[in-house]
């Protein structure tokens, strides 16, 4: 399976930024999509995660309100939402798949991973 992200950039506090992530196949009826992020020095953090048939989501506690995970099935892309965008959700962003379905991700666990896009809060 391979991943290819899109989006990413640097934009001020309070803007928003959309992120799309691409896979090559599906695999399962409980393939799942998710966000992870990683800033410098700083341990990886789960942001967001979908199961692509049901839409069951996950959200990290940080994130909920502001960002929204969403899926398009039938282009296998998932897209991340980030609104009101703050300075500590700068980091790398990497889109992650796995075939065991969303709460999976949500626990740190995944099969696939990305190459990872930049997103900079700053003013």
């Known amino acids: 399976v391979q991943l290819v992200e899109s989006g990413g950039g640097l934009v001020q506090p309070g803007e928003s930024l959309r992120l799309s992530c691409t896979t090559s196949e599906r695999t399962s009826g409980t393939d799942a999509m998710g966000w992870y992020r990683q800033a410098p020095g700083k341990r990886r953090d789960f942001v967001a995660a979908?199961?692509?048939?049901?839409?069951?989501?996950y959200y990290a506690d940080s994130v909920k309100g502001r960002f929204t995970i969403s899926s398009d099935n039938g282009k296998r892309t998932v897209y991340l939402e980030m609104n009101n965008l703050k300075p500590e959700d700068t980091g790398v962003y990497y889109c992650v798949a796995d075939p065991r379905g969303s709460y999976v991700i949500s626990k740190l666990n995944y099969r696939s991973r990305g190459q990872g896009t930049q997103v900079t809060v700053s003013s």
């Open positions: 979908v199961t692509l048939d049901s839409g069951n989501t």
